[in-house]
């Protein structure tokens, strides 16, 4: 009688036992569940808030090193990418005899690049203090590099060309378009000076 009645216990704790089981297995796959859920959204926050912050500032000078919008070139910039503001903030008259001037060099097989053309005042400080470093002094700084308000490149009345085919073709025929080299020691810095097919003035020598 009493062994019958102990297996009936038996029978009936078993049950019990799963379902305690169930329901701590149950509450253990929840958690994990929310968890996973959190880490995931977390990360996502992570990627949005870095391409956010890269798309404000892509293209910004601000607190930072000179950038396009301060007149920096990339490699193998035309005369005629206006896009740029080191190509559309120069003087409109000089644009367009160096826009002539390339469009004559590319007939004579030379491809003409505007290196650098109108800067800001920012870009320019950068250039005389980089060059001070260089040359140890700022006389020594200026042979090479205009003060910002004595810069005919910070007034849109300057551009630099290269390569050095292309110097050579405009110290040639640059006075067909008005344009001549303005700096004895740089031939790759043009102006427009004179009258088209016109004669150029003597340079400057920075070095005096």
Not at 48 to 58: D, H, L, N, P
Not at 132 to 138: A, D, V
Not at 188 to 203: A, I, K, N, R
Request: charge should be positive; proline fraction near 6%.
């Amino acid at each position: 009688m009493l062994t019958r009645h102990l297996r009936r216990d038996r029978r009936t704790a078993v049950p019990g036992r799963l379902a305690i089981v169930a329901a701590v297995i149950s509450l253990a796959l929840t958690s994990c569940t929310a968890v996973s859920a959190q880490d995931s959204s977390s990360s996502g926050t992570g990627s949005e808030t870095s391409g956010s912050t890269k798309g404000s500032t892509k293209g910004s000078s601000k607190g930072g090193p000179p950038g396009a919008s301060d007149g920096v070139l990339p490699d193998h910039t035309s005369a005629y990418n206006t896009s740029l503001p080191g190509v559309t903030k120069l003087d409109p008259a000089l644009r367009e005899a160096v826009q002539k001037a390339e469009t004559a060099m590319k007939e004579d097989g030379i491809r003409m690049q505007v290196t650098t053309g109108w800067r800001s005042k920012k870009y320019q400080e950068e250039l005389m203090e980089k060059a001070i470093r260089k040359y140890g002094s700022k006389k020594k700084a200026k042979e090479y590099v205009a003060d910002p308000d004595e810069s005919h490149h910070v007034t849109g009345h300057a551009v630099d060309i290269g390569p050095t085919d292309a110097d050579y073709w405009l110290i040639r025929h640059g006075n067909r378009y008005g344009l001549c080299q303005t700096l004895s020691n740089e031939i790759w810095h043009f102006e427009l000076v004179t009258t088209p097919g016109g004669t150029c003035p003597p340079m400057t020598d920075p070095k005096g």
